[in-house]
């Protein structure tokens, strides 16, 4: 009889261990499943950020886009920025011109040598419903043979940081 006793005692303590263990594994399980969430949920908001930058960089380099065809238009098309002779305070720069309804306004002007000469030009473009804004560049040298545009265009309608893409052609 006390050998009955003994061994349901042993019985119970044993069951005992092994319900411990049990809820070890349990607690390890749920603690590794709620990590691999937590990572999980660390990368979905990490590539919402991306796709977000990446939109407002594509928005930045379309009105770059959009305003070096405007400006290289006005130059080869319409001859905006033709010199009239070789003294470059002789050179006729329009104070704004228009293109596709909007319009591009002179902001400063410099003078850097005998040679060239570089104006620089400012727009606020609605791109597909989302503010915008752009730079324009036009630096003429050697009486108007070469010509250089860099065009810089800016996404506005964020809370983030602005991004800019610029474009350079030179011809």
């Known amino acids: 009889m006390l050998k009955k006793i003994i061994k349901k005692i042993n019985n119970q303590k044993n069951n005992q261990e092994e319900k411990g263990f049990v809820i070890l594994i349990a607690v390890v399980v749920s603690s590794l499943l709620v990590s691999i969430g937590f990572f999980i949920a660390d990368i979905s908001v990490k590539e919402v950020g991306l796709s977000f930058a990446g939109s407002e960089s594509q928005i930045a380099f379309y009105v770059a886009d959009s305003s070096l065809e405007c400006a290289l238009f006005q130059d080869l098309r319409v001859e905006s920025f033709k010199e009239k002779s070789l003294d470059t305070e002789d ?76 474009l350079q052609v030179d011809y």
């Not at 228009?98 to 060239?116: K, V």
């Not at 727009?123 to 036009?138: K, M, P, Q, V, W």
């Not at 009486?143 to 602005?162: C, D, H, P």
């Open 91 to 166: 050179i006729d720069y329009p104070s704004s011109f228009f293109c596709n309804e909007t319009e591009f306004i002179i902001d400063e002007r410099e003078t850097s040598t005998e040679t060239s000469a570089t104006t620089f030009y400012t727009a606020n473009l609605d791109l597909s419903g989302r503010a915008s804004y752009t730079t324009l560049e036009i630096q003429k040298r050697n009486s108007g043979l070469e010509t250089t545009i860099v065009a810089r265009g800016f996404n506005l309608e964020t809370g983030q940081n602005i991004v800019e893409r610029a």
